[in-house]
């Protein structure tokens, strides 16, 4: 029996974690523990799944520690919504447990200092994202010299001005349901900038070997390149259970299907474009802070967060993300890889005052 612990549990991931666990797709699963920020549903979850619960603040690293001591969980799935997921997955790590991690920040930010600490206590970081998924999966016994990241394209693709954009309109997404702050980043591709960070430093692919491609379906989640020039893809419908229960319980451990079938036998189409920069400045801005180091990799994250929430409250319009964005990334950050959580923090606040300061 697996013991799983959800960090985020009344969120998009969270839910459809434990959708899954009800379908009966995890029946060598244990929900051991639920955390939640605020949310009031959590204690009738708990009571749902007879597991404990805590509400838990993300920065609040000794009372997780104490919840994972107590919850003792084999593998904790990570689904904390920004910057706030680091410190947790840091803590999980530090307890050495296996994380099943949907928190693309924690990687982005915590980068090689975060994965060595990871390997220092023999952790397997696993990813949720269905992108990042989708390459662990498909590297498995192969060599790859490309990755390529496909896009929905979000619902700005072919809408030429967005300078009027209102929240509402950022909010709805062509083909996934998710929290907020990750359907307006899909909405400006600084997601997919995320995931092409995140992909770099957990496969250890140079910025220029990862290429994106808008792919309105999103049934192709990602895809890899050999040196022969054969290519590689994991196609499944826009559902996250697949790659929630796979990085939980292991490919082929379920015991029913956990996606629909894909109609083969019919016809539908597979359609794959190119991105154009200037339309998605926030891509372009992600690869550039990729390529600048990491510190530039926290000052992205932080800038594009606060920026977002701002704008979802109303008090900057859609096109200032970027231009928030743009101008904290102006300023002076290291070049070199952080080496400790206490320098990742000083760098996020360092960002976080510039973009406050702008928002």
Request: hydrophobic share 40%; with cysteine.
């Amino acid at each position: 029996m697996i013991r799983l612990l959800i960090l985020g549990a009344t969120g998009s991931i969270g839910s459809t974690c434990l959708k899954a666990f009800r379908n009966g797709l995890m029946p060598d699963v244990k929900i051991a523990g639920l955390t939640a920020a605020t949310s009031p549903s959590l204690e009738k979850l708990a009571s749902d799944f007879n597991s404990e619960f805590c509400y838990l603040n993300g920065n609040d690293t000794r009372r997780l520690s104490e919840f994972i001591d107590k919850t003792s969980p084999d593998i904790i799935l990570n689904a904390i919504a920004g910057s706030s997921g680091l410190p947790a997955t840091l803590t999980a790590i530090s307890k050495g447990r296996d994380i099943a991690l949907a928190n693309k920040e924690s990687v982005v930010m915590g980068g090689s200092f975060m994965l060595n600490e990871a390997k220092r206590n023999n952790v397997r970081i696993i990813p949720v994202d269905s992108e990042h998924s989708a390459i662990y999966h498909l590297l498995q016994g192969k060599k790859a010299s490309r990755l390529i990241i496909t896009a929905s394209g979000g619902p700005f693709v072919d809408r030429k001005d967005t300078s009027n954009v209102t929240v509402k309109e950022a909010l709805c997404h062509p083909t996934w349901k998710m929290g907020k702050k990750i359907t307006v980043d899909s909405a400006t591709l600084a997601n997919k900038g995320l995931e092409v960070m995140e992909a770099s430093l957990l496969f250890g692919f140079p910025p220029d070997k990862i290429d994106v491609t808008i792919h309105r379906q999103s049934i192709v989640h990602s895809m890899i390149e050999t040196s022969e020039g054969a290519v590689y893809a994991l196609l499944s419908p826009p559902d996250m259970t697949l790659p929630i229960v796979m990085a939980i319980t292991g490919e082929g451990n379920s015991p029913k299907r956990l996606t629909a079938a894909l109609p083969f036998s019919s016809a539908f189409n597979l359609s794959f474009e190119g991105w154009d920069r200037n339309h998605f400045p926030m891509l372009s801005l992600a690869y550039e802070a990729l390529k600048l180091g990491g510190g530039y990799r926290i000052a992205y994250t932080r800038a594009d967060e606060c920026a977002v929430n701002a704008f979802l409250d109303g008090r900057i319009s859609f096109n200032r993300i970027h231009e928030i964005t743009t101008e904290v990334l102006s300023s002076s950050f290291t070049l070199s890889e952080p080496s400790s959580f206490e320098e990742i923090l000083e760098i996020d606040r360092e960002a976080r005052k510039k973009a406050e300061a702008l928002c």
